[in-house]
């Protein structure tokens, strides 16, 4: 039997899990009525967010379906069924994001519920939730990918007549190229979209609730505090989803592309480098799910040590897998043949030395982002104790700490492409990434935990739920500030090691064999490249900045007209709050989206491959620079704020300034900034990134041999 038979087995197994865990989490108790109320406004706020989004995102993916099978007339080595493939790519990914934030917009108000009988409780119950996410990612993505994979190359004969041999296999892995760019189109806009909507509503509630009026976090006196907890899900859960669910699959059509350049590819279905990738993510699905039974802990327990056991356990079980795998399907003495590795023998020992590189610079990244974001680290202590002289001063220690954040992952990452290559060439550097986000399952699992507990802290907040109740979710919720810090970090290393792997695989594809960086057509590429990510985000911070200032005016409005709200004697307009957040969302991720997808088309067909391959390496390097840094400044500036909402800051000087002082408003002011740095336009760079390497890739057949429409 094909092992490959196997790979659909194991999403399904995914899919079932999260059923199972989505069914417990709807089966906890919701609470008395007025938390289920709020529970409510806030879940149909989010999926009236996903409706509109995904009604215009259609539209785009129709457009984009329709001119992929149209161009694939004109290519060899290409299906009109790469439509096909990109429409599903795209249903795929908004499937995932619907389906888990479905569930932790239920688990948010369950976890409520939960806190009043303990912390172990709660935790239960918002990690449940955010397994949902994680099983939804991994199970539709590689079900989308295997069935796809096996049905083009069972059909090869009715599909690719023409398609012979290597031609086929070829065929085959560019036609299933498409689902990777319709899975990276709906990430970009669900990551912008999501990321402005956040911002707008965050900004506008700490602004005018906290530091104009006073008032708590998620007091339900504050109309955008129901925005505000819609945009916890939209942004932090769906929008990472599609994040990781894009890293997910480019790194694993990335691998299999190289797989193409081994001796014997022209076996097809059954040859080992190119069917290693969908078994590497097969098995982290079960060493995911084995690693979500470890996430226990006692009552007083550490909830933070619980997770990091599950992640970690999870990742020492792939790597002891990996080597499994690749002893079984690896050819013995197998020697690449084309590419820039050409000659190069690969065993299959080396290919799991490469992949564990890529699983051990993944961890060691979410490390070093927990050390600058967490509180009670230097970094976020240094940032504390500036706020002291006023805002000025936290901001400049802010901006500080994220570019120095920026040196020792990107050394990190350097040294795991360096271990990768080393050992198994281009294909070493590609299999790493898939490594690095082969369990994805309980990495997102224990990332999309935090807005749910984030959520139910608001939910208690706001029901006036006993002060224990709020203790306990709050402390849920600085566990989840740091697993979303530590995430983030995953996503940018994993983007940078993703975009490697499809750039590999674009060198691959149109021919080239070495970029010139003395050649000028380059170097305009490079610039190019490397400018693209500081527009991109200027686009999505200008955006948050608009849509703040709709929201601020709307909350001044309704403290203003509306008679009793500041005293608690009225009820809020939480649904136009809601409304301004989407409709800026909406309006404002259209061209920013529409950049990422332009402008490497441009540059290919004006300037030619090798001038493509200059942009695609100049928006590396700067965009996954400026994702570390706006992540890491905007999640140590939130730290840095909430340090003053205990019982108040220590100061180095031993003064203590507790919440309410001239130095906490200077830390809100501080994390204001940082909000549309770390949830909008740093998280969307790892995307744009990837997008553009994935677009490369899509248009790759047509590149080889072209020089560019431009006579330069």
């Known amino acids: 039997m094909e092992l490959v038979y196997l790979v659909p087995l194991a999403a399904f197994i995914a899919l079932g899990f999260g059923g199972y865990k989505a069914s417990t989490t709807s089966a906890a108790s919701p609470g008395d009525e007025e938390m289920q109320e709020i529970a409510t406004r806030i879940q149909e706020g989010a999926m009236a967010f996903l409706r509109r ?3 215009v995102l259609a539209v785009f993916v129709g457009v984009v379906a329709v001119l992929l099978a149209i161009s694939s007339f004109f290519v060899d080595n ?45 935790l239960d119950v918002a990690f449940g939730g955010g397994t949902v996410m994680g099983m939804a990612v991994t199970g539709l993505a ?24 290597l031609d086929r296999a070829e065929t085959v892995l560019n036609t299933l190229v498409g689902f990777s ?56 859960v769906a929008g990472m989803g599609a994040d990781l669910f894009e890293s997910y699959v480019g790194a694993i059509i990335g691998t299999m ?25 097969a098995v982290g699905i079960i060493a995911s799910i084995l690693g979500t039974f470890v996430v226990r802990t006692e009552e007083g327990g550490n909830a933070h040590t619980a997770l990091d056991l599950g992640a970690f356990g999870a990742a020492g079980v792939m790597a002891v897998a990996t080597f ?53 680290q230097p970094p976020v ?147 190019i490249g490397g400018m693209l990510p500081f527009l991109f985000s200027s686009m999505a911070m200008d955006a948050v900045g608009r849509a703040a200032m709709d929201m601020i005016e709307e909350v001044r409005r309704q403290f203003r007209e509306i008679p009793g709200l500041l005293e608690g004697n009225a009820r809020p307009d939480t649904a136009r709050c809601v409304d301004i957040s989407t409709a800026a969302a909406i309006r404002e991720m259209i061209v920013p989206g529409l950049i990422a997808v332009v402008s490497p088309v441009l540059i290919g067909f004006l300037l030619g491959p090798e001038s493509l391959g200059g942009l695609l390496a100049g928006v590396t390097v700067t965009g996954v620079l400026m994702a570390i840094f706006m ?39 501080g994390d204001t900034v940082g909000d549309p740095f770390k949830d909008t336009a740093g998280p969307s760079l790892n995307i744009l990134v990837k997008l553009i390497s994935v677009v490369a890739l899509v248009i790759a057949p047509f590149m080889a041999g072209f020089s560019g429409i431009l006579p330069l």
């Open 631 to 669: 992540s890491n400044a905007g999640g140590a500036w939130d730290n840095a704020k909430k340090s003053f909402e205990g019982g108040g800051y220590k100061m180095a000087d031993g003064e203590v300034h507790p919440k309410g002082s001239d130095a906490h408003s200077a830390a809100v002011v």
């Open 181 to 236: 760019f319709g899975a990276s189109s709906i990430a970009l806009f669900a990551r912008v979209g999501g990321g402005i909507y956040t911002k707008a509503a965050d900004v506008g509630a700490d602004l005018v609730g906290k530091v104009e009026s006073g008032l708590p976090e998620d007091d339900p006196r504050n109309p955008a505090v129901i925005a505000d907890n819609v945009g916890d899900n939209v942004g932090d």
């Open 324 to 376: 499994g795998l690749a002893y079984v399907v690896w050819p013995p003495g197998a020697q690449v043949i084309r590419g820039m590795s050409e000659g190069l023998t690969v065993e299959w020992w080396q290919v799991g030395v490469a992949t564990v590189a890529g699983l051990v610079t993944g961890v060691l990244v979410g490390v070093v982002t927990s050390y600058y974001c967490s509180m009670g």
């Open 257 to 281: 592309v190289l797989g193409l350049g081994f001796q014997g590819a022209a076996e097809g279905m059954s040859f080992g480098p190119i069917v290693l990738p969908l078994l590497v993510a």
């Open 142 to 165: 590689l079900l989308g990918l295997a069935v796809l994979y096996v049905g083009y190359s069972l059909l090869g004969d009715s599909l690719f007549p023409t398609a012979q041999g």
């Open 381 to 527: 202590d240094k940032i504390a104790n500036q706020s002291k002289t006023g805002a000025a001063t936290n901001i400049i220690a802010g901006l500080g700490v994220g570019m120095q954040s920026t040196a020792i992952p990107i050394i990190l990452i350097a040294v795991g492409v360096l271990v990768a290559y080393s050992f198994a060439g281009l294909y070493g550097i590609a299999i790493a990434a898939l490594g690095m986000l082969s369990t994805t399952g309980i990495q997102l699992a224990v990332d999309a935990f935090g807005p749910i507990a984030d959520n139910a802290g608001g939910i208690a907040e706001m029901t006036h739920q006993d002060p224990k109740v709020r203790e306990r979710t709050d402390a849920l919720d600085a566990v989840g500030n740091t697993t979303a810090a530590i995430g983030k970090g995953f996503a940018i290393a994993s983007a940078a090691m993703t975009a490697l792997a499809l750039f590999a695989a674009f060198q691959q594809q149109s021919g080239i064999t070495g970029i010139n960086l003395s050649n000028p057509v380059v170097m305009a590429g490079l610039f």
């Open 53 to 55: 989004e995904y009604t």
């Open 78 to 122: 290409q299906s009109p069924a790469i439509a096909f493939s990109f429409v599903l790519g795209a249903g795929a990914s908004a499937l995932a994001g619907y389906a888990g934030m479905r569930v932790a917009t239920l688990a948010n108000v369950r976890t409520t519920e939960a806190a009043k009988t303990g912390l172990s409780k709660a």
